[in-house]
């Protein structure tokens, strides 16, 4: 459910896309300062047939609205507003990437692994996730793009001054080639990614007892135990438990101890389905295939042949 969670943020940067997208207005036709003198000199004095010339050229350039006022540009908030949320693409990649970067580490998934691939020039037995670490690399650059349109037009002269032309031809361009290229190597590591549920499975079995210990508490309770004793008889016993596994390296023997300990007689015959990790899941199926249903099969369709072919990559 975290990895689904995660992509959840990828499907709000898509609606926010097509929101800022659908936005965008068109500076129209207004002249060299935006007053539109020209074009009224032109047309002997008439606004109404101005404004009909306006409205002509937004359309054909594909607008659907248009700035009732600029100066020589439009604002320069538009940049930044469209940066911004091209950078929250990088925010919710970095954030995936991370995740499966350090699930890597524990071994309990991986992403894909070409056959001649080198994890590490220096250490052959490595996989490192070098996917996700050229995207958490270039998100963190996509990411610091947002400040950059935001100073820009917090620092123009009046109506304008041509200290935005050299930055936003840089960040503008920056910004969408770095997005794509996260966005391709995201679908890249989702398609080809190697779950290995026996080592989920074995750290389930090393947490999942001192997870259970609240639900072994209500559990007691109802068999008509003191929850403050039962409390502190499965603090000591938890302490206990952790100690061997810190410092013996042994397995997590809570359940045992517990099983053995008469204290716990009346709920001996519950633990098994006390501790089932079904239980601890809550509606997380159902939440990740209502999810996938009606949020994220729709944007797939509506995309479908933008992005039909699987991307390649060189790693």
């Known amino acids: 459910k975290a990895v689904v969670s995660t992509q959840s943020g990828h499907y709000g940067r898509v609606t926010q896309l097509e929101e800022v997208h659908q936005s965008i207005k068109f500076r129209g036709v207004k002249g060299t300062t935006g007053t539109q003198a020209s074009f009224l000199e032109l047309f002997d004095g008439n606004h109404e047939k101005v404004e009909e010339l306006d409205a002509l050229v937004t359309k054909k350039a594909g607008f659907k609205q248009k700035f009732t006022i600029t100066g020589q540009t439009y604002t320069r908030k538009v940049d930044a507003m469209v940066i911004s949320t091209v950078a929250g693409i990088g925010a919710t990649v970095n954030k995936f990437c991370t995740d499966v970067r350090l699930l890597a580490n524990l071994k309990e998934i991986e992403e894909p692994f070409e056959k001649t691939q080198i994890g590490s020039s220096a250490m052959p037995y490595k996989r490192n996730p070098m996917r996700s670490e050229r995207c958490c690399s270039l998100a963190r650059h996509l990411i610091s793009l947002a ?123 519950q633990l098994s389905q006390i501790v089932d990790p079904k239980l601890f899941i809550g509606r997380c199926p159902q939440q990740v295939e209502k999810f996938i249903e009606e949020e994220v099969y729709p944007v797939i369709e509506k995309y479908a042949e933008k992005y039909a072919a699987a991307p390649s990559l060189r790693v």
């Open 147 to 269: 400040s950059s349109p935001l100073n820009t037009a917090a620092n123009q002269w009046f109506e304008r001054t041509l200290d935005d032309s050299a930055n936003r031809r840089i960040v503008l361009g920056e910004g969408f080639l770095t997005a794509d290229v996260l966005l391709n190597t995201t679908q890249n590591i989702l398609q080809g990614m190697i779950v290995y549920p026996k080592v989920i499975e074995k750290h389930i079995d090393e947490e999942l007892p001192f997870m259970a210990t609240e639900n072994i508490l209500m559990a007691m309770v109802k068999a008509g135990a003191s929850r403050q004793e039962c409390h502190e008889k499965l603090r000591v016993l938890s302490q206990e438990a952790g100690r061997v596994v810190k410092e013996e390296g042994q397995a997590n023997d809570m359940l045992d101890r517990i099983s053995r300990d008469d204290y716990f007689q009346p709920i001996h015959d």
